[in-house]
């Protein structure tokens, strides 16, 4: 079902809102705790804190340093301890009663990563989290729009062609999503968990179908990005943590890994397959236009709401920035760095490289949107900035062969 706004001004609905967010230390929760504390007239931000406030304070400042003050002096934030794993987040009575009473967006941007994290933590940091929100919210008096920010790998198990913006099924008599969980966690296995490249996106997978297939009296909509990238311009010019940067990351396993010599080395992944790969604050913006817009069911963001290259394309790139010093010295190294991630990084490609065309159909008519959470951004220049990350990467990697002793 789809409830969609045709004529709204899209910063303006912000007013007097009251969101709650969780994932707020993360690259994308980051992003959208900056747009929604400063750029749009939200009432108040109650961010979901792990551990302590000190902690989250500490990932911000080391993420966005020069726009922490202005997050905080909006007056809008307010921080909540509280564990995800615990039944109604382990919230306080207090906090717990102040959401009941005031929320009504909540967004869900909370995710554990992790490639190399089992089938069963995975569940548990990616499944359980989601659906206790969902009944917690049934108790929220005022709440309106639900987001979930789930993933455009919960569909690595569909065949080579279009991905559209709806709901798939691995089989037609698949058990219901509860079923299978209590199945993983009894066994730590799934029948199903060879479809997908990483546990976390089966994770993400049972957390979509439970979430629509719950009776909710709001709208639930669902993002999935494709792989996340630095920003373009918010909250700064190419924010995003290392870790966070799916591409960086095979970057330098890649350009550190033994088996590596030049870039002709990537001629071995099919050249025609899309590199999907979409800045943060444009996610961000997707997120909060279609928030905005009523939007509910499913919607993408990827790389047709920016640039879309092949690998083909991207690995001419990287061989035309990468500074001609530092390939000749990848060359000549021979590095051990990050096996067991190489090692399941390089094995996800091999075995789920497909030729997707992720379509982005449902933002169509929001791709001219201007403005702090507009699609259209004025005066990009594509190239300068993908220079400026390959190079950046490729110093990275050069200090690391120079600590080795090569």
Known sequence: MTYERSSVNHVDWYRGKVV?????????????????????P???????????????????????????????DSGKVHCIIGDMLQPDFGLNVDDLDTLRREVTIVIHAAAELSLLQDLRASIRHNYFPAVE??????QFKRIKSFLF???????????????????????EDEDPPESQVASILSTG???????????????????????????????????????IGPAIQDPRPFYGPEEAIPVHTFLRLLLGSRE????????????????????????ANTCLLHIACGTAGIVHAGAQLYKAL????????????????????????????????????????????????????????????????????????????????????????????NQAGY
């Open 310 to 401: 092949t690998v083909r394309e991207y690995s001419n790139k990287c061989r035309q920035y990468t500074p001609k010093s530092i390939a000749h010295q990848v060359a000549k190294a021979s590095l051990e760095q990050n096996s067991a991630l190489l090692k399941r990084v390089t094995g996800v490609s091999d075995n789920y490289q497909r030729a997707w065309n992720i379509e982005c159909r449902r933002s169509e008519a929001l791709r001219q949107t201007t403005g702090p959470i507009g699609l259209y951004i004025p005066d990009h220049d594509f190239d300068l900035a993908l220079k400026v990350r390959i190079e950046k990467q490729s110093r990275q990697v050069a200090e690391r062969i």
């Open 20 to 40: 709650f967010l969780t994932g707020a230390t993360g690259s994308l929760g980051g992003c959208l705790l900056y747009k929604l504390a400063v750029q749009l």
């Open 260 to 283: 590596y010599k030049s870039w002709n080395d990537t001629r071995k992944v099919q050249q025609d397959i899309i590199v999907d790969e979409i800045p943060v604050d444009l996610v």
């Open 42 to 72: 939200t009432e108040k931000v109650y961010a979901l804190c792990r551990g302590s406030v000190r902690q989250a304070m500490g990932k911000w400042e080391a993420s966005m340093p020069d726009q922490i003050d202005q997050i905080f």
């Open 189 to 227: 296995r799934s029948q199903y968990e060879d479809n997908f490249p990483v546990p976390y996106a089966q994770a993400k997978y049972l957390a979509e179908h439970a979430i629509f297939s719950s009776n909710v009296p709001f709208s639930v909509l669902v993002i999935r990005p494709s792989s």
């Open 133 to 138: 929100l969902v009944r917690m919210m049934t």
């Open 149 to 171: 920010v789930s993933s455009m790998a919960v569909c690595t198990f569909l065949p080579a062609g279009s991905v559209e913006e709806r709901a798939y099924c691995i089989a």
